[in-house]
């Protein structure tokens, strides 16, 4: 089976201890959990952290897979990621929950000696990431739930 159509799993468990949530990946361990403000305990990053880290990790990944096969030369990437709910239209239902949409802002920063069109090259690569082509594209979820 070609790597990227197999199926990935990651285990969720979450007890009686708030929101921090325990999530397993293969031999991964990660936890998530809510900031103090809202009932958490502020144990680890939310769940948005986690999709941001998420898409930013899978971004830098693929620019630096890009910029090596090219031979082109730098040092770091850095990036910086925002997410917040803004007006989909210039505020014409601003009362409605559904006029809000998800915006995520990725500002990449490349330390090394590289062109002005090297680096417009390798903007466009990041948005060739799988994770941003994911979040971008048709995506349907599926949801069961059973009693234990």
């Given at each position: 089976m070609a790597e990227s159509t197999k199926k990935k799993i990651v285990h969720i468990h979450l007890g009686t201890d708030n929101f921090k949530t325990v999530m397993t990946a293969?031999?991964?361990e990660l936890i998530s959990d809510e900031p103090k403000n809202i009932g958490g305990s502020d144990e680890g990053p939310d769940p948005y952290d986690y999709l941001m880290m998420s898409l930013g990790s899978c971004t830098v990944i693929t620019i630096r897979m890009y910029a090596e096969r090219k031979g082109w030369d730098f040092k770091n990437i850095y990036m910086e990621l925002r997410h917040q709910k803004d007006y989909a239209e210039d505020c014409k239902d601003c009362d409605d929950p559904?006029?809000?949409?998800?915006?995520?802002?990725?500002?990449?920063?490349?330390?090394?000696?590289?062109?002005?069109?090297?680096l417009e090259r390798l903007l466009e690569i990041s948005k060739k990431c799988p994770v941003h082509k994911t979040m971008q594209g048709d995506l349907e979820l599926k949801s069961t739930i059973e009693r234990k």
């Open positions: 293969g031999q991964h559904k006029a809000k949409i998800d915006v995520i802002e990725k500002e990449i920063i490349i330390e090394g000696d590289l062109s002005d069109d090297q």
